[in-house]
C-alpha cells in the first residue's frame, strides 16, 4: 500500500513540498488565501438583508440570464457558495484542491482551468436546456432558473488535472468516476455541469495546455517546469 501510495502521489508530494521549502506555508499560495476570504466574505455578504440582492447582481448565473450578462457574472460566481450547501465544504475545496494547485501550477495556470472548467458548466446549462429532458444530457426547462454557483466545477477540474500532470493515473481516472456515479444517482444539473467541466479539462489536457501563457506548469509560482 506505501509502495502504491508513493508512485501514485509521490510526484506530487515532490511539487508540494518543494514549492513550500520554496516560499514558505504563508507565502506559497496567495490565491488560494485571497479565494477562500473571497468566499467567506461573499457568504456571509448573502445572508444579510441588505446583501443578498448585490451578490445576486454580481454574481448569480442562471441559463435564463442573457448569455453576456451570464459570462460578466461566471468569474465572481466562482466564489459564491450555493445556498443550499453548507459553507464549510466550499471553503474546504477551495482550501485543499485550489491550494494544491496553486502550489504544482502556479497562479496564472490555475486560475485559468478554474475559469475554463467553470465556464464549461455555465455554457451546457444553456446547450441542455436546448436539447430538452428527453435527449440525452438534456435539462429540462426549469433549470434554466436554478441559480448555478460554487467553485465545485473548478474544483473538479483542477484536481483532475494536477493529477494528470503528475501522473497519479487512479486518482485521474477515480475523479471522473466519482462524478459518473453521481450523475447516476441524482440526474441533476450540478452533477451534468461537473462532467461538461471534466470534459473541458480533459481537452487541455490532451491538448498539454498549450496557450499564451506558456507551457511550464510551474509559471507564476517561481517553481522549474514539471517533467512530463
Same mark, same amino acid.
Given at each position: 500500500?506505501?509502495?502504491?501510495?508513493?508512485?501514485?502521489?509521490?510526484?506530487?508530494?515532490?511539487?508540494?513540498?518543494?514549492?513550500?521549502?520554496?516560499?514558505?506555508?504563508?507565502?506559497?499560495?496567495?490565491?488560494?488565501?485571497?479565494?477562500?476570504?473571497?468566499?467567506? /466574505?461573499?457568504?456571509?455578504?448573502?445572508?444579510?438583508?441588505?446583501?443578498?440582492?448585490?451578490?445576486?447582481?454580481?454574481?448569480?448565473?442562471?441559463?435564463?440570464?442573457?448569455?453576456?450578462?451570464?459570462?460578466?457574472?461566471?468569474?465572481?460566481? /466562482?466564489?459564491?457558495? *450555493?445556498?443550499?450547501? &453548507?459553507?464549510?465544504?466550499?471553503?474546504?475545496?477551495?482550501?485543499?484542491?485550489?491550494?494544491?494547485?496553486?502550489?504544482?501550477?502556479?497562479?496564472?495556470?490555475?486560475?485559468?482551468?478554474?475559469?475554463?472548467?467553470?465556464?464549461?458548466?455555465?455554457?451546457?446549462?444553456?446547450?441542455?436546456?436546448?436539447?430538452? &429532458?428527453?435527449?440525452?444530457?438534456?435539462?429540462?426547462?426549469?433549470?434554466?432558473?436554478?441559480?448555478?454557483?460554487?467553485?465545485?466545477?473548478?474544483?473538479?477540474?483542477?484536481?483532475?488535472?494536477?493529477?494528470?500532470?503528475?501522473?497519479?493515473?487512479?486518482?485521474?481516472?477515480?475523479?471522473?468516476?466519482?462524478?459518473?456515479?453521481?450523475?447516476?444517482?441524482?440526474?441533476?444539473?450540478?452533477?451534468?455541469?461537473?462532467?461538461? *467541466?471534466?470534459?473541458?479539462?480533459?481537452?487541455?489536457?490532451?491538448?498539454?495546455?498549450?496557450? &499564451? /501563457?506558456?507551457?511550464?506548469?510551474?509559471?507564476?509560482?517561481? /517553481? &522549474?517546469?514539471?517533467?512530463?
Amino acid at each position: 500500500m506505501r509502495a502504491w501510495a508513493r508512485a501514485e502521489w509521490g510526484p506530487l508530494y515532490v511539487a508540494l513540498r518543494a514549492a513550500l521549502l520554496a516560499r514558505g506555508p504563508l507565502l506559497a499560495a496567495p490565491l488560494t488565501l485571497g479565494a477562500v476570504v473571497l468566499t467567506a /466574505l461573499l457568504q456571509f455578504v448573502q445572508n444579510q438583508s441588505w446583501g443578498f440582492a448585490l451578490v445576486e447582481a454580481a454574481g448569480a448565473v442562471r441559463a435564463a440570464d442573457p448569455l453576456w450578462l451570464a459570462l460578466l457574472r461566471t468569474p465572481l460566481s /466562482l466564489f459564491v457558495p *450555493a445556498l443550499d450547501l &453548507p459553507v464549510w465544504g466550499a471553503l474546504a475545496q477551495v482550501l485543499c484542491v485550489f491550494g494544491i494547485a496553486e502550489l504544482c501550477l502556479g497562479r496564472r495556470r490555475t486560475l485559468l482551468i478554474a475559469y475554463v472548467a467553470t465556464l464549461a458548466g455555465t455554457l451546457y446549462a444553456r446547450i441542455g436546456i436546448a436539447l430538452g &429532458p428527453h435527449a440525452p444530457f438534456g435539462l429540462p426547462a426549469s433549470d434554466a432558473l436554478v441559480v448555478d454557483t460554487g467553485p465545485s466545477a473548478a474544483v473538479v477540474g483542477l484536481a483532475v488535472y494536477v493529477a494528470v500532470r503528475h501522473h497519479a493515473r487512479v486518482t485521474a481516472v477515480a475523479v471522473p468516476g466519482a462524478i459518473v456515479v453521481e450523475v447516476l444517482l441524482k440526474d441533476n444539473l450540478a452533477g451534468k455541469e461537473h462532467l461538461a *467541466a471534466l470534459l473541458a479539462v480533459g481537452a487541455l489536457c490532451l491538448a498539454g495546455l498549450q496557450s &499564451p /501563457l506558456g507551457s511550464r506548469a510551474g509559471e507564476g509560482s517561481g /517553481l &522549474p517546469p514539471i517533467q512530463s
